[in-house]
T-cell receptor
Framework: GAVVSQHPSRVICKSGTSVKIECRSL??????MFWYRQFPKQSLMLMAT?????????EQGVEKDKFLINHASLTLSTLTVTSAHPEDSSFYIC???????????FGQGTRLTVV | GENVEQHPSTLSVQEGDSAVIKCTYS??????FPWYKQELGKRPQLIID?????GEKKDQRIAVTLNKTAKHFSLHITETQPEDSAVYFC?????????????FGTGTRLLVSP
């Protein structure tokens, strides 16, 4: 299957700082990528849809100014958690489908800990 | 929007037994239903999927059934093994999204005891 790579896998940052997470499709072009957040023992909650060359679409309740998404190329989407706080500590994971109504491939996920 | 409910939240079975996880969805226009297995700290892995034009699909020890009328679908794992222990998520794709905007169920933690 297709490969989606996410980096970093783990990050610890101080409260108030910003953290950037990268999601790359390694062997296919992804015009659309999705960002999810997963709290411990909970399900994956969609945060936003990242669209190459246009603004991201955020789910209800997700602050677009706090979670900045940039999808500048067909193989890279970035999620920046700005002014991170301890409550932002979570597992962030991206996914990218190869095409419409096809399997979505997930990145490895990023464990963010804000101290 | 689409809402997916999943039961049970935890399931403990003995090795060799069968396990069944059930999901219901709300949007009758959903047409794609994947199942993912997630081990602790890892990414979800697709294990089987079914489309709305099919009622049942099987892949070795894993099978999925879909009842469009009742809007529910189930995952069946036979001859369970300890390595099947993980969290399983069902998902549904609401019609019209084009690319896979997955709506996940709440997850089922499966524990298979030797």
């Amino acid at each position: 299957g297709a490969v989606v790579s996410q980096h970093p896998s783990r990050v610890i940052c101080k409260s108030g700082t910003s953290v950037k997470i990268e999601c790359r499709s390694l062997d296919f072009q992804a015009t659309t990528m999705f960002w999810y957040r997963q709290f411990p023992k909970q399900s994956l909650m969609l945060m936003a849809t990242s669209n190459e060359g246009s603004k991201a679409t955020y789910e209800q309740g997700v602050e677009k100014d706090k979670f900045l998404i940039n999808h500048a190329s067909l193989t890279l989407s970035t999620l920046t958690v700005t002014s991170a706080h301890p409550e932002d500590s979570s597992f962030y994971i991206c996914s990218a489908p190869e095409g419409e109504n096809t399997e979505a491939f997930f990145g490895q996920g990023t464990r963010l800990t804000v101290v | 929007g689409e809402n997916v409910e999943q039961h049970p939240s935890t399931l403990s079975v003995q090795e060799g037994d069968s396990a069944v996880i059930k999901c219901t969805y709300s949007d009758s226009a959903s047409n794609y239903f994947p199942w993912y297995k997630q081990e602790l700290g890892k990414r979800p892995q697709l294990i089987i999927d079914i489309r709305s034009n099919v009622g049942e699909k099987k892949d070795q020890r894993i099978a999925v059934t879909l009842n469009k009328t009742a809007k529910h679908f189930s995952l069946h794992i036979t001859e369970t093994q300890p390595e099947d222990s993980a969290v399983y998520f069902c998902a549904a794709i609401p019609m019209g999204t084009g690319f896979q905007k997955l709506v996940f169920g709440t997850g089922t933690r499966l524990l298979v005891s030797p």
